[in-house]
């Protein structure tokens, strides 16, 4: 099995979601094989998950003060900081060996990427239903999936390091009484890779052990290439015309 390999390196939120969408474009249309990506973000960013209302879930102003973008997800799920970690997406016509069974099924297939990348980093993780990676019992991944013209979309954070502090001056809470004890129960129950390996560990190094990780757990050759000017010009059109905007990114 082969997938079309990226590396797209750091990006704007919208011009991320933008080419997460017109790669799903792409392959839907058959004119791109079946893709893998890796990606960062620049500047750090807030996504929220489809269904969310921004006006619950981020503190506007100040992502506006610390220039923290907001974006909208095509997939559902909660509010993601990004800000040092590795992100992969994935795009596969939903008749795909990798895509088959339920969408469970599809998640633990697809994240066993993930557990090989920590594993090749000699770190013990698995899968936890529905939709995250954890070792020692602390989360590392999120993912999220969407289904859509035929294709499945799934992406997900490895995180590499985690200012769960700097977090929440970013995201809002349901009461400031009890703000305090959140962070500390979300200090308990997420980790990092750094943290795990006990020092400093960037993008660039995480980049060959999960593109070792997906081609081993996944049982495919990733074929290196670049995104064609057609998917480029489509996601420079998506950022703009869609996840820049304010009535995308405010819908709900």
Same mark, same amino acid.
């Given at each position: 099995?082969?997938?079309?390999y990226l590396?797209?390196?750091f ?12 790669? /799903?474009?792409?392959? $839907?249309?058959? %004119?791109?094989p079946?893709? #893998?990506?890796?990606? &960062?973000?620049?500047?750090?960013? *807030? ?9 619950d ?6 992502c ?75 989360? /590392?991944?999120?993912? $999220?999936?969407? %289904?859509?013209r035929?294709? #499945?979309?799934?992406? &997900?954070?490895?995180?590499?390091? *985690? ?21 500390e ?9 750094s943290?795990?390996?006990c020092?400093?560990?960037?993008y ?49």
């Amino acid at each position: 099995m082969e997938l079309r390999y990226l590396e797209t390196g750091f990006n704007p939120a919208a011009f991320n979601m933008g080419l997460d969408e017109a790669i /799903l474009n792409a392959v $839907a249309e058959g %004119r791109q094989p079946p893709t #893998l990506r890796f990606y &960062g973000w620049k500047p750090r960013a *807030v996504s929220i998950g489809y269904f969310q209302g921004i006006e619950d879930e981020v503190d506007g102003a100040a992502c506006a003060r610390l220039g923290v973008d907001i974006v909208r997800r095509v997939t559902g799920g909660g509010a993601v900081y990004h800000a040092d970690e590795l992100t992969y997406s994935i795009v596969l016509p939903e008749a795909h060996d990798l895509a088959r069974g339920t969408i469970l099924d599809s998640y633990k297939t697809i994240c066993a990427g993930v557990v090989e990348g920590l594993r090749i980093l000699g770190i013990a993780a698995e899968f936890a239903p529905l939709n995250d990676v954890v070792a020692e019992g602390k989360k /590392l991944s999120g993912n $999220a999936q969407t %289904r859509k013209r035929s294709c #499945l979309l799934q992406h &997900g954070t490895v995180l590499l390091s *985690v200012d769960v502090d700097e977090m929440f001056e970013l995201l809002k809470v349901p009461s400031e009484k009890m703000k305090g004890k959140l962070i500390e129960d979300v200090k308990a129950r997420v980790s990092s890779v750094s943290a795990m390996l006990c020092r400093d560990f960037g993008y660039k190094e995480a980049l060959p052990a999960f593109r070792e990780g997906f081609a081993k757990a996944l049982s495919a050759s990733l074929a290196a290439g670049e995104p064609s000017e057609a998917e480029l010009d489509d996601a420079r059109r998506l950022a703009i015309e869609k996840f820049g905007e304010r009535s995308w990114v405010s819908k709900r």
